[in-house]
């Protein structure tokens, strides 16, 4: 499958793209890309170095007669989402991406693609072993950790970098040009509990929640897709007074990142209500289901009878705890005023794990504004603790904040208009582009974000368009040629 990826054009680009593919890298765990990228610069002859925290840094000298222009910083990161199918049978840790060729897309089979950010890095890297693309002076900036904590951008000394225009390969629509984004914080709720011994007379069920769409919680985060933990919740609410439900286990979503495709429940019900409480909870199911049928049309609920576990949450504890998710916040909670269309701020539920006396509730925060940011941050912290959880603020980032006069944008701009006879979308988006921390310690560097179309990054349905990194690649290579000249 990957040699038929190989010959796609542009080739340099999916060749560098499956090479990437074959080294495990997720968030936290880059040590093997981070060799893999310094072997690749040294087989070039490229300076290359890795800074104290594993930004891996290559410098290329300017093509002749490219001499006199500014020099770039040209940035993507290397670390990927590392998400399956619960019935992918898949080892991240060491095996390579398996990709196939279905029409204009390249897909996973079973998990994440890494088209995010992988085909951007793919880019920096055919420029980087090009031997006849003209280009300035080149600084790579290869980033570690983005999608859990954008810790790489985060470390990045001032200083390190001396180009005066960076450009971010890490917009999913080929068709826009990136001018700001989206910061936030990962706020969790912690408690512990003390566990009981299940009741007699109890009958055990497991509840999955599962084929949900799932997604990147900033760019989805608008479409309204279902959210395995709220819909678990949903579906356990008020049974523990009207069939004595007891929860036993939780086990929802994944990354702070992704929204939560699935959600894994262990419980038991008395067992006088096991028919009533069936009864009421297909219906239950039913009307979930018929709500989210245009959105969520493969989503399944099961329940399915099991031998009752032996511990259950202190009963106490259990209604503050589904009474708080149920009222936490999850979705759009303010559109821009000032941008048509662009949610500001939001919050995505992301993981719950119930388990041997402990709960922990992670979510991400995201707006493009500061203030609005802690709003809601605050909001959550109020509900958890009002039901008694320990409340964290961690890992806060800040946004991008436009610059309608920047030069490298009306270059883009015009670039693009040129190519392809259309004009693009200047936007900001939903998510959180390392853009804005990068500009705390280079707050004179002129950016600007683009690259091909990606779609369902973060989950098991990533794919990425062949037609579109062709374009992509033509955007790129133009807007190279056409970097000013040094002031």
């Not at 995010?116 to 890297?125: E, H, K, P």
Request: one cysteine or more.
């Amino acid at each position: 499958m990957s040699q038929d990826i190989r010959n796609i054009e542009p080739k340099v680009v999916w060749n560098h793209f499956a090479d990437l593919n074959s080294v495990p890298r997720p968030s936290k765990k880059e040590e093997r890309i981070i060799q893999f990228m310094v072997d690749f610069g040294n087989n070039l002859n490229l300076e290359t170095f890795v800074d104290h925290v594993g930004n891996v840094i290559m410098k290329k000298p300017a093509t002749f007669g490219f001499e006199n222009r500014k020099t770039i910083v040209m940035q993507g990161h290397i670390d990927m989402v590392h998400q399956k199918n619960a019935d992918t049978v898949f080892d991240f840790d060491t095996e390579g991406i398996k990709m196939f060729v279905e029409g204009d897309w390249i897909k996973a089979e079973g998990t994440t693609l890494g088209a995010d950010n992988g085909l951007g890095v793919a880019a920096i890297m055919a420029i980087l072993s090009s031997t006849d693309i003209e280009h300035p002076e080149i600084e790579a900036l290869f980033t570690i950790d983005e999608e859990t904590g954008m810790t790489g951008a985060m470390g990045l000394k001032a200083g390190v970098l001396k180009g005066e225009i960076l450009l971010n390969l890490d917009t999913e629509e080929d068709d826009e040009i990136g001018i700001g984004c989206a910061g936030g914080v990962d706020v969790t709720a912690t408690k512990t509990y003390k566990e009981e011994e299940t009741p007699a007379n109890t009958t055990g069920f497991t509840i999955a929640v599962k084929g949900l769409n799932g997604g990147h919680s900033g760019m989805d985060i608008i479409k309204g897709l279902g959210n395995a933990n709220k819909i678990m919740n949903r579906i356990l609410f008020d049974s523990f007074t009207n069939f004595g439900l007891r929860i036993s286990e939780i086990n929802g979503g994944s990354l702070r990142n992704a929204i939560p495709r699935e959600s894994f429940a262990t419980v038991v019900v008395d067992t006088v209500s096991k028919e009533p409480f069936l009864f009421e909870t297909t219906e239950v199911i039913n009307t979930i289901k018929k709500e989210f049928s245009t959105l969520e049309a493969n989503l399944e609920i099961e329940i399915t009878e099991v031998i009752a576990a032996e511990k259950v949450m202190n009963l106490g504890v259990q209604e503050g705890f589904i009474k708080a998710i149920y009222s936490a916040l999850n979705g759009v909670y303010r559109m821009s005023p000032d941008v048509d269309g662009l949610v500001e701020t939001s919050n995505n539920i992301a993981r719950i794990i119930v388990k041997d006396g402990t709960i922990k509730i992670a979510c991400l925060t995201r707006s493009s504004s500061e203030s609005n940011k802690w709003d809601l941050a605050n909001s959550l912290r109020s509900c958890f603790e009002l039901a008694g959880f320990d409340v964290d603020f961690e890992g806060t980032y800040p946004g991008w904040l436009p610059n309608l006069n920047s030069e490298i944008l009306v270059i883009v701009e015009n670039v693009y208009k040129e190519l392809f006879k259309e004009n693009p979308r200047v936007e900001a988006c939903h998510a959180g582009l390392e853009c804005g921390i990068l500009g705390q310690n280079y707050p004179t560097i002129d950016m600007i974000s683009f690259g091909p179309t990606i779609r369902g990054a973060h989950s098991p349905d990533e794919r990425a368009q062949i037609s579109s990194t062709q374009k992509f690649w033509k955007l790129l290579l133009h807007v190279l040629k056409n970097i000013p000249k040094k002031s």
